[in-house]
């Protein structure tokens, strides 16, 4: 078992950073890949980022391509997501998800949702424009 909580969340004005925090309980977390996804008010959960569990690689959606970055401290149990130049439409619910994966895969295991077993409670982040 795994339990996420993420943190980092809060109100920015457009061109802003923050940086998201997802910590993770259990000692073999760095066997896990690692997900963060978003979920706007009325809008289906989307994929912003993801880092395979030796952090060798990284995948991010186009929109947020060249602006954010995923990383990993596996020594602290914690995935970051460290986001610049935000934009109003980053607005949304974050949530990390993470899913034991001690091994390089696909770009659609990293990407989709239900490729993963565990998840947080989410942290708010708001862009004012």
């Known amino acids: 078992q795994v339990q996420l909580v993420e943190s980092g969340g809060g109100l920015v004005q457009a061109g802003g950073s923050l940086r998201l925090s997802c910590a993770a309980s259990?000692?073999?977390?760095?066997?896990?890949?690692v997900g963060w996804f978003r979920q706007a008010p009325g809008k289906e959960r989307e994929f912003v980022a993801a880092i395979s569990w030796s952090g060798g690689r990284t995948y991010y959606a186009d929109s947020v391509k060249g602006r954010f970055t995923i990383s990993r401290d596996n020594a602290k149990n914690t995935v970051y997501l460290q986001m610049n130049s935000l934009k109003p439409e980053d607005t949304a619910v974050y949530y990390c998800?993470?899913?034991?994966?001690?091994?390089?895969?696909?770009?659609?295991?990293?990407?989709?949702?239900?490729?993963?077993?565990?998840w947080g409670q989410g942290t708010q982040v708001t862009v004012s424009s």
């Open positions: 259990g000692r073999t977390f760095s066997s896990y890949a």
């Open positions: 998800a993470a899913d034991h994966r001690p091994y390089e895969d696909g770009w659609r295991y990293y990407s989709t949702p239900r490729y993963y077993d565990y």
